[in-house]
């Protein structure tokens, strides 16, 4: 009979410094490799676009790559965050990483199906769990972002958003940006 290894953030502790993103997900190991150059571009689009909108009232803080820890054996790093400034006063750790949800996670998916099956799937689940408001998927290679949002105690599909479409949200009142220019050149 085999155990199967539940893996925690301890564990991390002691990994070399490889260049590999490492993340938990209910006690599993997920490895990662640096995304693709069109995966950075589209999130530094996001980014721009987030923190433009953020600095006109200044609600909130638009982080990138982020560590999060939601217990021993739930360590993830998204690609993008927005968290009001009040829940940032009791979500960021003394460690530099964040110990409850936001109000928004986005992931950029990277090439692979059992990528973009984690972040559909497990990464999901994990941000429901957690209490995450709205969750963007955004595929670069499809070209669209999916809308999940918090409807009423679930995160659901709302909308599939391409090129012609609008991104906007009720959680961010004010901010719009055109899908398709989150693409161009990609």
């Keep these: 009979m085999t ?3 539940r893996w925690t953030i301890a564990d991390l502790a002691a990994f070399p410094d490889t260049g590999y993103r490492y993340e ?7 490895v990662s490799k640096q995304p693709h150059w069109h995966h950075q571009v589209v999130c530094g689009r996001l980014g721009y676009l987030l923190e433009t909108w953020n600095e ?14 939601f217990a021993a054996e739930e360590a993830v790093a998204p690609d993008l ?17 964040l110990h409850a949800a936001p109000e928004l996670v986005i992931e950029v998916l990277s090439p692979g199906l059992k990528n973009a099956e984690r972040d559909r799937d497990e990464k999901r689940d994990l941000y429901d769990r957690q209490g995450v ?7 670069w290679s499809l070209r669209q972002v999916e809308g ?20 906007t949200s009720p959680l961010l009142p004010g901010f719009t940006g055109q899908v398709a220019a989150l693409f161009t050149g990609v």
């Design 3 to 5: 155990i199967a290894q």
């Design 24 to 30: 938990i997900i209910d006690g599993e190991l997920y």
């Design 56 to 69: 006109s009232t200044r609600p909130g803080m638009v982080f990138p790559a982020p560590g999060m820890i």
């Design 81 to 97: 965050v927005w968290i009001s400034r009040e829940r940032l006063t009791t979500a960021a750790g003394a460690d530099g990483k």
């Design 133 to 139: 408001g709205e969750y963007w998927i955004v595929d």
């Design 148 to 167: 999940y949002r918090r409807a009423p105690a679930a995160l659901t599909l709302v909308a599939t958003l391409t090129a012609s479409d609008v991104l």
